[in-house]
């Protein structure tokens, strides 16, 4: 079993539709969540870490479930600009990043 | 200020060569980390380093070394390069272990 798993997509959405990831992870002692973001042929870049009690930046809200090991990330009125690969990142205990194999999101006119 | 720089921007290499990536950052960050990106497999953690002068091994560390001899350079050496080592490769960054990692823009690596 993957570390981290994902759905790998793709996900293919009109403009303005809400859209859900879901990430599960098998070291039930990490400590440290988020979800990058990569364009085609581009370096990673953080999207939002992810904290225990949910958190939301405008159009993202992540949340965690540390019970069932599962992370997630809704992206609602998606925008034409959103169409990337989302990465789900856990960290165990000691700093190392662990990444899922992305999800890819396709948002169509 | 640049972030984090990766060269060459892209390399073609006959099988067997020694072959070194380099990797500097100007955000006096700690720790520095090499990965791999192939389809399907994601990125994958090669070799790391916390702070200057300490170095440690990832998930896929055979077949290449790194060194840190200072805080901005972290360079990743293919003492001979074999074609399954063909990849996209990401240097990254943090101010320490435990917090964002910050990514250079990547050097895709074809060995022949």
């Known amino acids: 079993r993957k570390e981290v798993e994902q759905d790998p997509g793709p996900f293919n959405v009109p403009e303005g539709a809400t859209v859900a990831f879901n990430c599960t992870y098998s070291?039930?002692?990490?400590?440290?969540f988020f979800w990058y973001r990569q364009d085609c042929r581009k370096e990673p870049k953080l999207l939002m870490s992810?904290?225990?009690s949910g958190n939301e930046d405008g159009r993202f809200t992540a949340q965690l479930n540390r019970a069932s090991q599962y992370i997630s990330l809704l992206i609602r009125d998606s925008k034409l600009s959103d169409s990337a690969t989302y990465l789900c990142v856990v960290s165990p205990r000691g700093g190392k990043l662990i990444f899922g194999q992305g999800t890819e999101l396709s948002v169509k006119p | 200020i640049a972030g984090i720089t990766q060269a060459p921007t892209s390399q073609i290499l006959a099988a067997g060569r020694r072959m070194t990536l380099r990797c500097t950052q100007d955000m006096r960050h700690n720790a520095m980390y090499w990965y791999r990106q192939d389809l399907g497999l994601g990125l994958r953690l090669i070799h790391y380093s916390n702070t200057a002068g300490t170095t440690g091994k990832g998930e896929v560390p055979d077949g290449y070394s790194v060194s840190r001899a200072n805080t901005d350079d972290f360079p990743l050496t293919l003492a001979s390069a074999v074609p399954s080592q063909t990849s996209v490769y990401f240097c990254?960054?943090?101010?320490?272990?435990?917090?964002?990692?910050?990514f250079g823009p990547g050097t895709r690596l074809t060995v022949l």
């Open positions: 990254a960054s943090s101010e320490d272990k435990n917090n964002e990692q910050f």
């Open positions: 992810v904290y225990s």
């Open positions: 070291n039930s002692a990490s400590q440290s």
